[in-house]
């Protein structure tokens, strides 16, 4: 190679700032879901006091990598440290109501323990909880390296920003997309397949509601697509497999995709 690529390169090496590493970011996440989890877990801990000592290493661990910059400018890492700590246990009950959600709205479960094992529902909506919690914080990348880790496990994304209520559902999943401006009520589940995105994708609207709004109680089938900012899906309604919906739906609604026939 040319010695001035490589000064190139080096000088690219030099100018990049410090950031956790996707390694350190994983086991973050892994481990956080693990001791909340124990059917998740790689560590039993025979007293109490192995338990709290374990939760103040990953809490250091999540102080360490949010003091690296960017992170550190115009944030309070001591602080958000422990603000991300004191949400854990309101992020663990809306957890085991996800956990519930999917048990129930899933005959094929056999147990709440199958679910948190083996359903990749649960695992990216646990990804989720704690990204959006960092999200809010205002920090940086680190959400982002969190959803899209889960994004790679299970092949569901949520964008961290979006705002997704109790009793969250997600069954098979593979292949939803959940935009940044999503708002999502309670007790709402989606199929695999479902888009919930934007109708603009330009770079001007970067800071408006792009995404839709889904109310409580709504069921989205698989392959389904909801696009815009404004568009609000009304309490309790059933929006069928393959539709595409870009307007607004009233409450109680029942949408099906109706294929055309030719000569009609």
Request: with cysteine; net charge negative.
């Amino acid at each position: 190679m040319e010695p001035s690529f490589l000064q190139t390169i080096f000088k690219v090496h030099q100018e990049c700032p410090k950031f956790p590493t996707q390694k350190e970011v994983r086991h973050f996440i892994d481990h956080l879901i693990g001791t909340l989890f124990p059917a998740l877990s790689t560590h039993t801990f025979e007293s109490y006091d192995a338990l709290e000592f374990y939760l103040l290493n990953l809490k250091e661990e999540l102080y360490e990598m949010l003091y690296l910059k960017p992170n550190r400018e115009g944030l309070n890492t001591e602080n958000n440290t422990k603000i991300f700590f004191e949400a854990i246990p309101e992020i663990y009950e809306k957890l085991n109501l996800d956990v519930d959600a999917i048990y129930l709205g899933d005959p094929a479960a056999k147990s709440r323990d199958e679910v948190v094992r083996s359903y990749p529902g649960f695992y990216a909506i646990a990804c989720y909880r704690f990204a959006h919690e960092l999200f809010k914080l205002g920090v940086k990348i680190i959400p982002r390296m969190i959803s899209e880790y889960a994004h790679s496990r299970t092949g569901i994304e949520i964008h961290p920003g979006a705002s997704i209520g109790k009793s969250f559902c997600i069954d098979h999943g593979t292949g939803i997309v959940i935009g940044e401006t999503t708002v999502i009520g309670d007790n709402v589940k989606i199929y695999q397949g479902v888009t919930l995105g934007a109708l603009s994708v330009s770079k001007e609207d970067a800071e408006l509601k792009r995404h839709p709004t889904i109310e409580d109680g709504v069921v989205i089938y698989a392959g389904a697509t909801i696009l815009g900012g404004h568009t609000i899906v009304g309490k309790n309604s059933v929006i069928g497999g393959n539709v595409w919906v870009t307007r607004s739906v009233p409450e109680a609604s029942k949408i099906y995709y109706q294929a055309q026939q030719n000569g009609h």
